[in-house]
């Protein structure tokens, strides 16, 4: 098994320390098909892209290097955030339809929607997080916004799906599978652990492996997401960017 594809890559736009040349440039070294630029929404607190907008300024450049490098294809995405509840991106419509690859997560700390969404996501998630708490009404919250989000936009990707935050992997896969979602299996965070794929993969999901890079070396390097791939006893026809 070999990656032909990263999905999950970050640049200086959010708080990667590379260009977008440079990501890019290093995925040909790497062998790679296709790369996505794919920076934090907005919401994140202190490591998101400046606004929403920014994304159509790097979609500009990302087609710009899509003409120039024709080895490779060059993708816009982005990592957006649910910001309630009730399943709502951190991006309108208009911005995320111009995208290529649409990869959602749950970051903590993000700029919630409103004052109950964040008791229910941020300060919830962060009291059980540092106590160490196993909440199952948190893990309802979370996986229910997930879930929300998936029947509310077309998604890709659902990353690094129980890193910091309580899900009911079940749940979710049984949405992902319906709404034609991948679940990451994150190189750098290490989930989807070995253990939730092998729940996921009970609901015949397909899963993403992402580098998850915030420099361009790491571009291409999912060694250890492979590995629990691997140990789950995925095969290529399982994983969306392997051969
Ligand atoms: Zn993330
Ligand atoms: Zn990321």
Redesign the pocket.
Known sequence: MRLNADY?T?TLYSHGKGSIRENIEVAITEGLERIAI?D?GPACYGFGVKDAATFLEIKREVDKYDRLYPEIKVLTGV?ANVISLDGKLDLPRFILEELDVVLV?LHLPIKPLSWRDGVGIIFNNLITYKLGLKATTIREKNTGALINAMHNYPIDII?HPGYRINIDTQMLAQEAAKSDTALEINASHGYLNEEFVKVAADENIKFSLGS?AHKPADVGRVEPALQVARNAGLGVEDIINVV
Do not use: A, M, R, Y
Request: proline share 0%; glycine share 12%; aromatic share 0%.
């Open positions: 999950h970050h794919s934090h990592e997560g990353t998850d």
